[in-house]
């Protein structure tokens, strides 16, 4: 066991004792204005709570925090999966590669260079597509059972530790692939999956090994668009995303190569409707896998739940110049969902959400603009309350009386910080 770990049990192991000691000590008047303070706040730490987007984890292992996933019997995450996700990515990337093999290498030196922007190198969804594209690439270099997922910075001469050169055979023809660049978007104040920083970086590449380039690829359409606009529609460079905002499959016809939906229209849903539910205090599954009286009803082609874990899961789809037209508008609900519930049998109840980054590209333009549509199918009242994407304390700030609020949305700056809310919430 590692020291951060063993100071962490003592640590909570204190703070159990001293819980229980402020527990019994209390005596006399003392107690009943003790007690009505736990009250309080017992019945704010009781509520609906749903994580959203970033699923409490360790943001250097990866493992799930449990604890905040079963904070209480009413706490949900609502995310999407991300290794099929990414496998569909890296999928999409090299089929492209291979059924444009004649035009692909741009200057003819029989190697496919790529470059990556990935979103934030502690994100379990980030750190899932670099693996995906690395393995379907042939570029993959593992670290016991896992798939490296660091950036290489530069690696125009194939020598970086954290990948190696793949390889693609066409027509009995061999070609070497290899990940030129490799960066993580950040700014300087810490906001991750930073567009503008990918908009840089690739004039950056361009400027020094621009004819190399044949294929750029990014973590997310944000930064996939800053460098489709910055430099690769211009010099007809095929750019690979993951999101499906309207933008991005709308430049598609442009020659955007692809991106993948990560099905947001159910994911939003899912968001608000575990809220409904447990609010309602029916089955967690009423209009999500068994009709409510709407109508509302997903299949299992599109999600799937996780019990351990208390997990949803949007499946993805894969969005290229084949399909495209169907997704033009990422912003509407989905069809199998989207009736209206009656209002005097869902009373309407108010909802306390969160968004990291009010700058980030997907929650923006896609996700948030979803939800603001079911809420209103829902009956939910919700106050939307949008991040820096640096500070957790920046949101937290703002939830200074969670008491107003009847249950509780959050999107994460960072997957390690759930102890931020709950915190709060028992107090
Ligand atoms: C999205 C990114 C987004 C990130 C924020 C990911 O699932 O694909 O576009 O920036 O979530 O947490």
Redesign the pocket.
């Known amino acids: 066991m590692n020291s951060k770990k063993v100071l962490a049990m003592a640590m909570v192991a204190m703070m159990g004792l001293s819980s229980v000691a402020c527990g019994t000590k209390s005596t006399g008047s003392n107690t009943t204005t003790k007690k009505s303070a736990k009250a309080s706040g017992s019945e704010n730490s009781k509520k609906p709570v749903v994580w959203f987007?970033?699923q409490p984890s360790n943001s250097s292992t990866g493992e799930l925090d449990s604890n905040a996933l079963h904070y209480n019997d009413k706490t949900y995450y609502v995310?999407?999966d991300?290794v099929q996700g990414a496998e569909l990515q890296g999928t999409m990337v090299a089929d492209y590669i291979k059924s444009h093999i004649d035009s692909i290498d741009r200057n003819g030196d029989g190697v496919i260079g790529y470059v990556l922007a990935i979103?934030?190198i502690g994100?379990n969804?980030?750190i899932a597509?670099t693996r995906g594209v690395r393995e379907a690439l042939g570029t993959a270099v593992k670290s016991g059972e896992d798939i490296k997922s660091d950036p290489v910075g530069t690696n125009t001469d194939g020598t970086a530790k954290s990948v190696q050169d793949g390889s693609i055979e066409v027509n009995g023809k061999k070609y070497v692939v290899r990940e030129l660049a490799s960066q993580e978007m950040k700014t300087s104040a810490g906001a991750?999956?930073d567009a503008p920083t990918a908009g840089n970086a690739i004039s950056t590449w361009a400027s020094s090994f621009g004819d190399q380039i044949d294929v750029v690829i990014s973590?997310?359409?944000?930064m996939g668009m800053a460098m489709f606009n910055g430099w690769s529609k211009k010099e007809k460079v095929p750019t690979f995303g993951?999101?499906a905002?309207s933008d991005a499959v709308e430049a598609i016809k442009d020659g955007y190569g692809g991106t993948i939906s990560?099905h947001a229209d159910v994911q939003a849903y899912l968001t608000l409707r575990v809220l409904r539910n447990a609010l309602d205090g029916v089955d967690i599954d009423t209009g999500i896998g068994t009709a409510d009286e709407a109508g509302n009803v997903l299949t299992d082609e599109v999600y799937r739940y996780d019990d351990k874990n208390r997990s949803y899961y949007a499946l993805n789809a894969a969005v290229t110049a084949d399909n495209y037209k169907d997704y033009l508008d990422s912003t509407v609900p989905y069809k199998p969902v989207s009736n209206k519930l009656d209002k005097s049998a869902h009373k309407e109840k108010k909802v306390w959400l969160n968004i990291?980054?009010s700058a980030?590209?997907?929650?923006g333009s896609t996700y948030q603009p979803l939800l603001q549509n079911y809420d209103d199918l829902l009956n939910l009242k919700v106050e939307y309350i949008g991040g820096d994407g640096q500070t957790e304390s920046n949101i937290t700030n703002k939830l200074g009386n969670p008491s107003q609020y009847d249950a509780f949305a959050i999107?994460m700056v960072k997957t390690d910080n759930a102890a931020s809310y709950t915190s709060i919430l028992n107090q």
């Open positions: 987007n970033r995310g999407f991300a979103g934030d994100h969804d980030s597509r991750t999956w973590n997310n359409d944000g993951y999101d905002n990560q990291y980054n980030d590209n997907f929650l999107n």
